[in-house]
């Protein structure tokens, strides 16, 4: 069972270059001056999207929600290389759930990128409640699928959501691009096992 981050895994994240790029920023400039706790409760789920963007900076200040929120949509895109192997895995049998720290903006990412042709948006935070690095983000997820964690892969581009996973007994890769993803697939003989298949 293929476990699958989304943001900068699947997905590029516009979180560090085109969300301060919209506030004529840089990210550490952005960083200083947004709300401590928002993002965070937004991907939890225990605020709302409006409540989130006029929380988004600590002092208050008005910009034009709508405009930043379009922003956002238009910048979401695939991470080269990783639809086309996404698809490869799941047209040979993988089942693949996301395993997401994101709020309810995920809907925009299936409304521009349509990932449910690969995975399910079983395990997003905002819906869960709960955030990877956590034990329960894990556990949870193969409770629900009703497995062992030793039966699920986790590919994750943070290094803490990685040990988290492996720490919860799941099998774990960093990843670091779809070439290498690839390749470290083909070493724990996934894709060999499809290739010989085929």
């Given amino acids: 069972m293929l476990l699958l981050d989304v943001m900068d895994t699947l997905v590029h994240d516009p979180y560090h270059r085109e969300q301060p790029a919209f506030f004529g920023l840089a990210l550490d400039q952005l960083q200083a001056l947004k709300h401590p706790t928002a993002w965070i409760d937004f991907e939890l789920g225990r605020i709302t999207e409006e409540e989130f963007l006029r929380r988004f900076f600590r002092d208050g200040r008005p910009f034009d929600h709508l405009a930043f929120r379009q922003h956002v949509a238009a910048s979401y895109r695939w991470i080269d290389g990783m639809e086309e192997l996404l698809a490869e895995l799941v047209a040979e049998g993988f089942e693949a759930h996301a395993l997401s720290n994101y709020p309810v903006w995920y809907r925009l990412i299936e409304e521009k990128l ?38 699920c892969l986790v590919v994750d581009d943070r290094p803490a959501n990685v040990a988290g996973a492996r720490q919860s007994g799941m099998a774990a890769i960093l990843f670091e691009g779809a070439d290498a993803l690839r390749q470290e697939l083909d070493r724990r003989g996934i894709l060999t096992a499809l290739q010989t298949k085929s």
């Avoid at 949870?140 to 964690?149: K, N, T």
């Fill in 114 to 151: 349509r990932l449910s042709r690969y995975l399910a948006w079983s395990f997003v935070s905002c819906r869960t409640g709960v955030r990877k690095p956590e034990p329960a983000s894990y556990l949870g997820a193969a409770r629900s699928l009703g497995l062992y964690p030793s039966q």
